[in-house]
């Protein structure tokens, strides 16, 4: 991914929008470098970018930590997106992605390009989103939590284990409902790339430990 300006320090506009490199950012914005911009980034007003995560422990905070915004994504309104904790993965946000108002990105979490986030959505910390995942208004991950390529989270749902490439969940717990057919026809991956996804979702998994189980066939039907 190639990035075109990074803030290596603290920037907080005021009531004047402004330009860096070719990203937007809209007035009353306040980004805690070092954070990294792509092209033509759009970031509205009341986003918070770059702070530290609320942990008890302060040692584990960083405050060299970068965090990634890829090309064409959008940042709205009073979204936080916080800063990796020390010598964990960093946080980013990949390219074309869409993050609505409201959300929250914890510290070290991972979004692929094309992850749209609705209003509200809450992230917890070391959660991974794969290309093209939809997580619905209100929904809500618990650390360390993977969502595979091409998913779907319905509004609302608390999701307490890993959801596996192409399915919908919806719920408190979040449980399998079906397959994501409309995801699957507008991002239209090809099979190679729906192999490709499906490896990555497994290696995370894998360099997580597994921590969380995981939603993968139909045996797990919501009723």
């Not at 990634?68 to 990796?84: K, S």
């Not at 070290?108 to 794969?130: E, F, M, Q, R, W």
């Not at 596996?164 to 507008?186: D, Q």
């Amino acid at each position: 991914m190639t990035y075109f300006v990074g803030i290596t320090e603290q920037v907080c506009t005021t009531t004047q929008e402004e330009l860096f490199g070719t990203a937007w950012v809209g007035p009353n914005v306040c980004i805690k470098g070092p954070v990294v911009l792509g092209n033509h980034v759009k970031i509205y007003p009341g986003v918070v970018i770059g702070y530290g995560a609320e942990v008890y422990d302060e040692s584990k905070q960083s405050s060299s930590s970068p965090i990634f915004i890829g090309d064409y994504t959008v940042i709205r309104e009073n979204v936080v997106i916080q800063r990796g904790l020390d010598s964990d993965p960093p946080t980013e946000i990949g390219r074309n992605c869409y993050v609505m108002h409201g959300c929250h990105i914890a510290h070290n979490c991972v979004l692929g390009d094309y992850v749209s986030l609705a209003p509200k959505v809450v992230l917890g910390g070391h959660t991974d989103i794969l290309r093209g995942a939809t997580l619905g208004i209100g929904s809500m991950t618990h650390q360390w939590t993977t969502i595979g390529a091409y998913a779907m989270v319905g509004m609302g749902s608390v999701v307490t284990r890993d959801v596996s490439t192409g399915l919908t969940v919806i719920g408190c717990p979040a449980k399998l409902l079906k397959e994501n057919e409309v995801g699957l026809v507008r991002h239209k991956p090809s099979a190679e790339l729906l192999v490709q996804t499906a490896k990555l979702f497994n290696e995370i998994r894998r360099r997580k430990g597994n921590k969380r189980g995981v939603i993968t066939n139909v045996s797990e039907l919501w009723e």
